[in-house]
């Protein structure tokens, strides 16, 4: 059981990609050379290169840590340009604004007053964060957001300083609770991230504890994906599968009708693995994730990655019109070879394409 059944229309469920499915259609008849290509659903925005922690697994260390060089010169996008972008994204029909890393994007102060402001024009707002900045400019921006994740990864200190490599966890535990008692009335869903691994599983039911204590809305624990081959020591991961179930369905019986647990596997094989189940990539116009260089890549896994870099979006971001939806786009889009991708981000939306819309596998003529 991955979330209960009263809590089956989450997030995280990721047959909320069939409420896609007209976008599906124009995606597939974009690819075949009829029609223009709709604008993204979702911005997903790294407004700053840059993190307070060491995370051993973090799936953006490549360019963070390793060749920091990939990145250029420009490491913090200007506040007005992220204003403008907004400004042309509401614009342009995008209904979401994620903003993550890349790095900690509460390191950077532009982005603290940028929820409202997407709100402000019509969009809905997300915040990923590692919750080790926390005042209340913050609090008042992730209040505005219609979700915020913290990655957390530990419920106890020592862990946690093994496994994100620095000693803050007390301040994290800290900003959370601040975080709590300044959202008033706001419906934000603040929930307590995880990811399992080798020096947590055994406290996965002590994270979920944890998180409900600290009067948050949910949990959500998945497995790490370790196998990205530009993830220092990456291998596949011989965990306890059985036992880190059991943890799971502990965590399961904490929920309530406020705190709400989510432990979500699909996107990996049962021995946690990576798997890919479809054999074209074609959901990644669901989203257009801009970075701190001020370029647009393909998707939100290959991130800083030359060879799916898209175009530019800076410092005019009408410079996205220019090719999105181009020949280009389409080519690189049939380039990518799954078999050379890590865990797919959209994996299941690549699925839903093939099998609901392509071959009508649900048969949609008969409701």
Known sequence: MEWSNASRYNSFNSMKGLTYYEHYRKILAWMDGKGGLPPPIECNLDPYVGCNLSCYFCITQRYLRTTPEEVGPMRMLPDEYMYRLVDFLAAWGVKGLCISGGGEPTLHSGTWGLPQYAVSKGMEASFVTNATKMNQLIAEGLRACQWVSLSVDAAYRHTYQLVKGADMFDRVVANIKYLVSQKGNSQTFLIFKMVVLPENYQQIHDACKLAKGLGLSG???????????????HRRLDLPIDFIKEQFAR?????????????????????????????????????????????VYLCVDKKMEAAHRLGSAYPDPEQILTWWGSDRHRELIKSVDITRCSRCTFSQYNIQVEKAVVEDRMMLAFP
Do not use: A
Request: glycine letters at 4%; charged letters at 30%; proline letters at 7%.
């Open 251 to 295: 965590c399961h019986e904490e929920e309530t009708d406020d705190f709400k647990v989510f432990t979500v596997t699909h996107k990996f094989d049962p021995q946690f693995h990576t798997i890919h189940e479809f054999s074209r990539c074609l959901s990644t116009p669901l989203l257009i994730p801009i970075l701190t260089d001020g370029n």
């Open 219 to 233: 949990f959500h624990v998945r497995p790490v994906d370790f196998e990205r081959d530009d993830i220092v020591g």
